[in-house]
C-alpha cells in the first residue's frame, strides 16, 4: 500500500519534471561551424528601460575563408536582457536577426552573441546597448528639440541637418565619449547654459540658459552620458557580476582616497617631518593641509606605529597630539 | 514487576506528578509562544537590511551611509493620496545616489525623477501592494488580488494618472493617447480622462451619406475586406468580413446614399478631361505646385509613403472615384462633406480637370480585378444594414437611417484598474494586465470570434504605446486630489463673422493653430496681426511662399479674390493682437543706422545667428530657423524686438533659446534686422 502510494508520488513529481521540461525549447544543433562572429547592425540604439530596441540586432558568422556561413548556431544572452529569439541558425546569407528587451535600470547593457567552435569551445562578439532612465529619457526629447539640427550630420525628411552650414563644425557628436567624456559635468552645464563663449568656444552654440530649466539642462548631460561612445567612466554604469551583485573592489574605491592625501603629504616627508618632533600643526601648516588630513595621513602611512619602534624615536606619542 | 519501558519512564519524568506536569505544559506554552517573534527575527526583510549592511560597510562611504540608514520597517504614509508604502523597508538606499553603480537590487538608488518620493510614495507609480512586506506580496499578484508591479516599459503611463498634457518625459504615453485619438478608439469606447474630460476622437471618417456618388459597389467590397491593401497607411480597421457579409455591407450603402448639395448644386463643366498622357506629364507638375502633398501621401516606387499624413492617401486613387465626383470635389469639398478638412481651393476649370484625370491616373487595376458581385437585391440590402448597425459602422461614419449607437463598446475610462478576475485571459499568455489589454489591441478576435471589434493595423511600438495610455486609466486617477490633476487646456476657438466664415470654408484651421485651437503642421497665427506688416500679409495671400525652403510641406495657393485677401487680412491684423504691443513698447527713433551697425555686428560676432538664420543669401547658411533676408519687410519692429526678449513668451515651444539680450542689444537687433527687406525693382539702394 505504502510502496504504491510513494509510487504515485514519484511518478507524478517525474512527470511534472517533463511537463516543465517540455516549456523550454530544446537546444539547436549546428549544421556547419564559423570561425568568426560579426556585427551587422543594431549594436549602440539606445531605447527606454523596459522597451523592446527599435531595430533588431544582427550578426553574421563567416568561415575561415571570411565567407558567410549558413546553418551555424548563434545564441544571444546578456544580464538583464531577454531575447526573441534567443538562438537560431544563420540563414543563407550567413546573418541571425534578433530583437533584445532591456532590462528595467537605466544604464549600458551588454549583449553577448555566441557560436560554437567546431571543436567545442565558443566564438563571442559583445555589442552595448543602452537603456534610458527617466531623465535621460527627458534629456533625448530635449536634444531632439534642440541640439541635433546642428550636432547631427544626419539628415531626415522631417529634419534638414544644420551641421555643413556651420563654421567651424561642431567638433563632435553626442555620442561622441572621445571628446564628451574629457568634459567634467560642470563644463558641459556651462556650456549649455550660457553658451560656447563660456568655455572660450564658437557663439554658434546659442546660451540655453533662459530656455531650459536647471533641471532639463542636467537632463542633457545625463543623457550625453549615458549614449557615449565609448562610454562615460564614471556613468552609472553596472559593475557587476554574472549574477549581478556588485564586485568589490577596494582598492580601486579608496585609490583616489588615498591619491589625494598621498599627493600632498608624501610618506617619506610625513616620516621625515614626525622624527624632527615637529607637533602636527606645524606638519599640516609646513604641506598645506588641514590639521585632519595630515593626522590621517600619518595614520594611514603607519608613521605612528614605526616611530616608537624607530631607534630615533626620541619623541612621544604626544607630539602629535594623536 | 518488570522494569519501566523508555515510553513509561519518559511519561514518568514529564507528566508524573502535578508539579512537572506543569512545568512541562508551561515550557510548551512557551516555546509556541516564541514561534512567532521568532519567526520574525527571520523575516525577508530583515535579511535584506543585513544584506544592506554587510553590503555599505566595504564601502569608503559606509560612514555616511550608515549614519543614512534606518533599521526596522519604514513606512511612507500619505492619507490624502491613500498611500501606505512600506518598500523603503527593503529598498532602502533609494535615495543614496553614491550607490548608483551598484545594480543589486533591492539597494539601487531611485533614478532621478521631477517628484519627491516621499511626496508620492512608491505604489502610485509602480503598482503593487504598498503595505507588503514580503517581496511576494509585494510584487506579485494571483488573479484575486490587487495588482502586481507595473512592468518597466509601461511606466510612463502611471504619469498619466494626473498629467492630461504632454509631458517631455513621457514620450509612449504622448504617443498612445494621440493613437487613441487618431485611430477612432474614442468613437466606440468611451475613455473619460481623470479630469473628466473624454478622448475626442481627431480622425473624422468621411461621411457615407452620399457615397455611391463617390465610389463604386466593387470599391466598398474590396475596401471592407482589406483596407490596407487599398492604402497602406489608412487606419480603417479590418472587420474581417466574409465576401457575402462585404457584398451586402456594400449593397447597403450604395442603397442608403442620396444626392449630395455639390451634385445638385455644381453645374456639369464643360472642359474636358485631358489625355492620359497630358495628365501623366502636366499633372505630377500640377500636383507638385498645388502643394497636395503637404496633407497627403502617396507610395513611391520603392513602397515609401511620401507627404502629409492629413488628408488620404492617394496611391491608387484613381480605382476607387467617380471622374465627376472628383472635379465636383476639387471644386467644394463642403458640398459633398460639410465636416472635411479640405479646404476650398478657388482652382480654375482647368486646373481642375488636369489634376483630376492626374487622379484618376493614380490607378491599381490588380486591386479590383477579381470583384465580381452578382446584383443587389432586397434581401442582400437588409442583411448589410443589419450588418451595419451590428458592427457599429454609424459610430465612425454617418449614414443614413443608421443612428450613431450610444455605449457601443465598453467603457474604457478605469481600464487600468480592471481586476484580473473579471479578465478572460487566453491560454499560455501572462495572466496581467498589460499583457490582457496588448493582446486585445493586437488581435481582438483571439479572444472569442464573436466578439466585434476590428483589427487595427498597428506596429509593436504603438500598441505599446495605446496599452501605455489604457493603463493610465485606474481608479487611483479618478480620485487623485483635484489639486493634483494637471489638465490640457481645451481650447474651441473658432474665428467669427464674415471673415471667419471664410476662414472656416479655407480651413486654416486644418493647419494653423489659433488660440490653442487647430493643427500643428503651420505656425501658429494667434499673434500673427502684431506680429506682421499689412503689406507683407496682403503680399503672402497672394501668392504664399514658405520662410522655410527647407521644408516639404508648405502652404497651398488658394487662388482668392483680391477683395477676400483684404478681408482676410483686416481681420487678422485686428483680432490676432498680443498684449502690450502699443506705441509705448519701443522707441522707434532709437533704430537708425547707427543702431543698426551694432546690431550687425551682435548679430555676427557676438550671438552667431547666421549659424540658424539666412540675412544675406550670399553668404550665410544658417538653415534652422527662417530666412530673415526679408524680414524688415515680413515682421513689425515691436515683435522683432520683444521676439529677441523672450521668444517663449509669445510662442511657447520655440526652438529659439532666449539669448537674455540687454534692452540696448535688443534694440541695435531690431535696427539691424530692419534693413533687411527684399530689393524692390527700380528702387534706388
Not at chain 1, 556588485?246 to 616627508?269: F, H, I, K, Q
Not at chain 1, 607637533?279 to 595621513?297: D, M, N, T, Y
Not at chain 2, 466578439?451 to 493603463?471: C, G, Y
Not at chain 2, 546690431?599 to 527662417?626: M, N, R
Request: charged share 20%; hydrophobic share 35%; net charge positive.
Amino acid at each position: 500500500m505504502k510502496s504504491t502510494f510513494s509510487t504515485c508520488v514519484l511518478a507524478s513529481l517525474l512527470l511534472s519534471g517533463c511537463a516543465k521540461q517540455a516549456n523550454v525549447p530544446p537546444p539547436l544543433a549546428p549544421k556547419a561551424y564559423g570561425t568568426q562572429i560579426v556585427e551587422q547592425s543594431g549594436g549602440k540604439q539606445a531605447a527606454g528601460v523596459g522597451a523592446k530596441l527599435k531595430d533588431p540586432v544582427v550578426v553574421q558568422v563567416n568561415g575561415a575563408d571570411g565567407n558567410a556561413v549558413a546553418g551555424a548556431l548563434v545564441s544571444f544572452h546578456g544580464d538583464g536582457l531577454s531575447f526573441t529569439p534567443s538562438q537560431a541558425l544563420t540563414d543563407d546569407s550567413g546573418q541571425v536577426s534578433t530583437v533584445a528587451q532591456l532590462g528595467t535600470i537605466p544604464g549600458s547593457y551588454v549583449i553577448v552573441a555566441e557560436t560554437s567552435k567546431s571543436g567545442g569551445g565558443i566564438f563571442s562578439l559583445n555589442l552595448r546597448e543602452i537603456a534610458l532612465g527617466y531623465q535621460e529619457k527627458v534629456g533625448k526629447q530635449i536634444s531632439d528639440k534642440y541640439c541635433i539640427m546642428c550636432h547631427d550630420p544626419e539628415s531626415t525628411p522631417e529634419r534638414v541637418s544644420n551641421f555643413d552650414n556651420l563654421a567651424p563644425p561642431p567638433s563632435h557628436l553626442f555620442s561622441d565619449g572621445s571628446v564628451l567624456n574629457a568634459m567634467s559635468d560642470a563644463d558641459l552645464i556651462k556650456i549649455i547654459a550660457d553658451g560656447g563663449p563660456a568655455l572660450g568656444k564658437s557663439p554658434q552654440t546659442p546660451a540655453y540658459r533662459g530656455t531650459l530649466t536647471p533641471g532639463e539642462i542636467k537632463a542633457v548631460v545625463a543623457y550625453i552620458r549615458a549614449i557615449a561612445d565609448p562610454p562615460y567612466p564614471h556613468s552609472p554604469g553596472p559593475i557587476t557580476d554574472h549574477r549581478g551583485c556588485r564586485y568589490w573592489n577596494a582598492t580601486m574605491e579608496d585609490e583616489p582616497n588615498w591619491l589625494s592625501g598621498a599627493l600632498l603629504v608624501p610618506r617619506e616627508g610625513a616620516c621625515s617631518l614626525a622624527h624632527a618632533g615637529e607637533p602636527i600643526e606645524a606638519i599640516a601648516k609646513h604641506f598645506g593641509g588641514s590639521v585632519q588630513l595630515c593626522r590621517w595621513r600619518i595614520y594611514q602611512a603607519g608613521t605612528h606605529h614605526q616611530l616608537p619602534r624607530a631607534p630615533c624615536a626620541v619623541f612621544a606619542r604626544g607630539a602629535f597630539g594623536l | 514487576m518488570s522494569e519501566p519501558t523508555l515510553l513509561q519512564r519518559m511519561w514518568h519524568f514529564f507528566v508524573g506528578t502535578p508539579a512537572r506536569r506543569f512545568a512541562f505544559v508551561s515550557i510548551l506554552l512557551a516555546i509556541v509562544a516564541s514561534i512567532a517573534p521568532t519567526k520574525e527575527l527571520f523575516s525577508e526583510w530583515r535579511h535584506f537590511q543585513r544584506q544592506y549592511r554587510h553590503m555599505i560597510a566595504q564601502r569608503s562611504d559606509a560612514p555616511r551611509l550608515q549614519r543614512r540608514f534606518q533599521s526596522g520597517i519604514q513606512q511612507i504614509w500619505i492619507p490624502e493620496q491613500r498611500v501606505v508604502d512600506r518598500c523603503t523597508t527593503c529598498h532602502v538606499a533609494l535615495q543614496e545616489n553614491s550607490l548608483a553603480d551598484s545594480r543589486m537590487q533591492p539597494f539601487r538608488p531611485h533614478p532621478a525623477i521631477p517628484h519627491s518620493l516621499t511626496e508620492f510614495g512608491c505604489v502610485i507609480c509602480h503598482h503593487g501592494q504598498g503595505a507588503a512586506t514580503t517581496v511576494k506580496e509585494a510584487h506579485y499578484s494571483t488573479k484575486a488580488w490587487e495588482q502586481p508591479i507595473l512592468p518597466g516599459r509601461y511606466l510612463e503611463s502611471s504619469c498619466g494618472q494626473c498629467h492630461m498634457e504632454e509631458l517631455e518625459g513621457t514620450p509612449q504615453l504622448n504617443l498612445g493617447r494621440r493613437l487613441l485619438a487618431r485611430y477612432g478608439c474614442a468613437h466606440c469606447h468611451a475613455i473619460a480622462q481623470p479630469d473628466g474630460t473624454l478622448i475626442k476622437p481627431v480622425d473624422e471618417p468621411p461621411s457615407l451619406d452620399h457615397v455611391a456618388e463617390k465610389t463604386s459597389r466593387e470599391w466598398l467590397y474590396g475596401w471592407l475586406k482589406n483596407p490596407q491593401a487599398y492604402a497602406a497607411s489608412s487606419t480603417m480597421p479590418n472587420f474581417r468580413f466574409n465576401n457575402q457579409e462585404a457584398t451586402d455591407i456594400a449593397n447597403f450603402l450604395v442603397s442608403q446614399s442620396t444626392p449630395s448639395e455639390n451634385s445638385r448644386a455644381t453645374a456639369p463643366t464643360n472642359v474636358p478631361l485631358p489625355s492620359e498622357a497630358v495628365a501623366a506629364a502636366d499633372g505630377a507638375g500640377l500636383y507638385g505646385a498645388l502643394f497636395c502633398a503637404s496633407c497627403h501621401a502617396t507610395q513611391n516606387s520603392r513602397g515609401n509613403l511620401i507627404g502629409g499624413d492629413l488628408g488620404p492617401e492617394l496611391t491608387r486613387v484613381g480605382s476607387k472615384v467617380n471622374p465627376d465626383w472628383v472635379r465636383r470635389w476639387l471644386r467644394a469639398p463642403q458640398g459633398y462633406d460639410p465636416k472635411t478638412r479640405m479646404p476650398r481651393y478657388r482652382y480654375t476649370e482647368k486646373e481642375v480637370a488636369l489634376l483630376t484625370a492626374y487622379l484618376l491616373g493614380k490607378k491599381d487595376d490588380d486591386f479590383l480585378a477579381n470583384v465580381h458581385l452578382a446584383p443587389s437585391d432586397e434581401a442582400s440590402i437588409a442583411r448589410g444594414k443589419k450588418l451595419v448597425s451590428d458592427y457599429g459602422c454609424a459610430a465612425c461614419h454617418r449614414i443614413n437611417g443608421v443612428n450613431p449607437p450610444e455605449g457601443f463598446a465598453p467603457d474604457l475610462s478605469r481600464i487600468g484598474s480592471k481586476p484580473l478576475f473579471q479578465v478572460g485571459f487566453l491560454r499560455g499568455m501572462p495572466e496581467t494586465l498589460p499583457a490582457y489589454i496588448s493582446g486585445k489591441i493586437r488581435d481582438p478576435r483571439a479572444f472569442g470570434p464573436a466578439l466585434k471589434m476590428p483589427s487595427f493595423i498597428l506596429t509593436d511600438r504603438q500598441v505599446e504605446a495605446l496599452t501605455t495610455a489604457l493603463l493610465a486609466q485606474t481608479d487611483r486617477a479618478v480620485t487623485m486630489p483635484p489639486e493634483l490633476v494637471r489638465s490640457s487646456p481645451h481650447a474651441k476657438y473658432h474665428p467669427g463673422g464674415d471673415a471667419g466664415r471664410l476662414m472656416e470654408e479655407l480651413r486654416c484651421q486644418s493647419c494653423h493653430a489659433i488660440n490653442g485651437n487647430g493643427g500643428d503642421m503651420a505656425p501658429d497665427l494667434t499673434f500673427e496681426g502684431s506680429a506682421v506688416q499689412r503689406a507683407w500679409l496682403l503680399e503672402f495671400m497672394k501668392n504664399p511662399d514658405t520662410l522655410r525652403p527647407a521644408l516639404i510641406r508648405r502652404m497651398p495657393k488658394f487662388n482668392l479674390s483680391p477683395a477676400e485677401i483684404t478681408r482676410l487680412t483686416d481681420y487678422m491684423m485686428t483680432a490676432y493682437q498680443a498684449p502690450g504691443f502699443d506705441s509705448q513698447a519701443l522707441d522707434l527713433r532709437a533704430l537708425n543706422a547707427d543702431a543698426a551697425a551694432r546690431g550687425k555686428e551682435l548679430f555676427y560676432t557676438k550671438y552667431a545667428c547666421q549659424s540658424c538664420h539666412i540675412a544675406d543669401h550670399k553668404k550665410d547658411k544658417g538653415y534652422v530657423g527662417p530666412a530673415l533676408a526679408n524680414v524688415g519687410d515680413r515682421l513689425s519692429a515691436v515683435w522683432i524686438y520683444k521676439w529677441l526678449k523672450d521668444p517663449n513668451a509669445l510662442l511657447p515651444g520655440t526652438a529659439m533659446p532666449n539669448s537674455h539680450l540687454t534692452e540696448t542689444e535688443a534694440r541695435d537687433m531690431t535696427a539691424f534686422l530692419l534693413t533687411l527687406k527684399a530689393r524692390k525693382k527700380g528702387a534706388a539702394k
